[in-house]
């Protein structure tokens, strides 16, 4: 205790050294003392102390199967010191209160002595009669299905599972990582197998062009970084993923057959990533369905934004039957439904960028700029209409006639009638 401190406790001849009882103050800390040794302190501090029950030594005999709650360790005593002060001495700046404190912190000692091998050995022939395993679990059982009620009996083997399953990836090896990784890759190559054998026997002529492939790979590593980042990162819902862009953009760039089949082994890749969840294959493979129905013969850019109400109506549709069919929480339901039509939103602003970038990065002609081509403002058509308006006329006729053939034979009806003109 400071020099400062025992001035202002002795008074130093003040007025207010006799507003203090020496012989009373020096009764009630002798008391608390007291009554902490009553109380039991321990030799050791509580936080190690690592069990509930321990054996103590008290005056040289042996207490076992004693609560560790029950008794104070120095810091806790000193606590308990400190209040019972405080509640006797009212004033905050009452100088009984701390030179109290550090008289009984000066002179407290434990009167309990922690027996921690015995402890420890008690500890240990308790454990061996409890049995290491609570219920079985057999082979390829059923944990819980679908839409049940989990009883405590299941949760907690679903915790044991979850538990072995960690220790499970801490003890994997090198080898065996290596084989999960290989494993993925054949399978993803399986998936894409299918799309890239579509291009080698219906559009070879795409399937031979380097830049086309790249515009491929470059849409499906885009798409899988997406979802990623949504689903498995950020903790979204999968229907939070744009993959009606995907489908919208290849139906702009190129033809609707090409955007329907790289949508199915897209989707097949992101439900993989996700969980192997079916329902996101079916709402994803519906609603990009309906938005490559939307886009397919552009002949006006508006069309690209009627895709938010098809994919809208058609995922929504799909949402709500199987939520219904798994008679899932409507707010599950409610919650898939928000990303959704976040998603359908978006999808027409992000395919109208995406599909120019791509345009120039790639060197593509979409049906976009076909329909800037065909319009009669552009400075060509102007200036032919004025100078030259008996040719213009026929290639307006001629532009019709070439526009009627084509879609007779199912050809690009948009691309005959620019190059009509």
């Known amino acids: 205790m400071s020099n400062s401190e025992w001035r202002e406790f002795l008074g130093n001849g003040e007025p207010t050294a006799d507003k203090i009882n020496y012989e009373e103050f020096a009764t009630f800390v002798v008391n608390i003392s007291r009554g902490l040794w009553t109380h039991g302190i321990l030799s050791v501090n509580k936080k190690n102390i690592h069990a509930d029950v321990i054996d103590i030594v008290y005056e040289g005999i042996h207490d076992e199967n004693l609560n560790a709650g029950d008794f104070l360790d120095i810091p806790e005593a000193l606590v308990k010191a400190r209040i019972e002060l405080e509640s006797s001495y009212l004033s905050p700046n009452d100088i009984r209160r701390s030179v109290g404190t550090k008289i009984v912190g000066e002179f407290l000692r434990p009167n309990l002595i922690y027996n921690n091998t015995k402890t420890e050995k008690e500890q240990a022939n308790k454990s061996a009669v409890v049995a290491q395993v609570d219920g079985t679990v057999y082979k390829n059982e059923r944990i819980v299905d679908a839409n049940t009620r989990i009883t405590p009996e299941s949760l907690q083997k679903i915790k044991s599972y979850i538990r072995a399953w960690l220790e499970q990836n801490e003890k994997a090896t090198f080898l065996d990582i290596l084989s999960v990784w290989i494993a993925r890759f054949l399978l993803v190559g399986i998936v894409l197998s299918f799309f890239f054998t579509f291009l080698r026997t219906y559009r070879q002529a795409l399937f031979e062009d380097n830049k086309m492939i790249l515009l491929f790979s470059t849409m499906y590593l885009m798409m899988v970084a997406v979802g990623w980042t949504f689903a498995v990162w950020l903790g979204l819902s999968e229907y939070a993923i744009p993959i009606t862009v995907a489908a919208m953009v290849f139906t702009v760039l190129l033809d609707a057959r090409i955007a329907v089949m790289a949508t199915v082994t897209l989707a097949i890749i992101l439900a993989f990533m996700v969980g192997n969840k079916l329902d996101f294959v079916i709402v994803s493979l519906f609603s990009s369905v309906a938005a490559v129905y939307a886009v397919r013969q552009l002949r006006a850019r508006i069309q690209i934004f009627y895709a938010i109400l098809y994919i809208l109506v058609c995922g929504s549709l799909a949402i709500i039957s199987i939520g219904l069919l798994k008679e899932s929480h409507l707010n599950s339901i409610l919650n898939n439904l928000l990303y ?37 403002n552009h400075p060509l058509l102007k200036r032919l209409s004025q100078e030259a308006n008996g040719t213009f006329n026929h290639s307006v006729v001629v532009g019709n006639l070439a526009e009627s053939c084509a879609n007779a034979v199912g050809a690009n009806p948009l691309l005959c009638r620019v190059g009509a003109y």
């Open 340 to 376: 959704l039509s976040v998603g359908a939103v978006l999808a027409p602003f992000i395919t109208y960028g995406l599909s120019a970038l791509f345009e120039i990065v790639f060197g593509i002609t979409s049906d976009l700029t076909l329909l800037e081509m065909t319009d009669f």
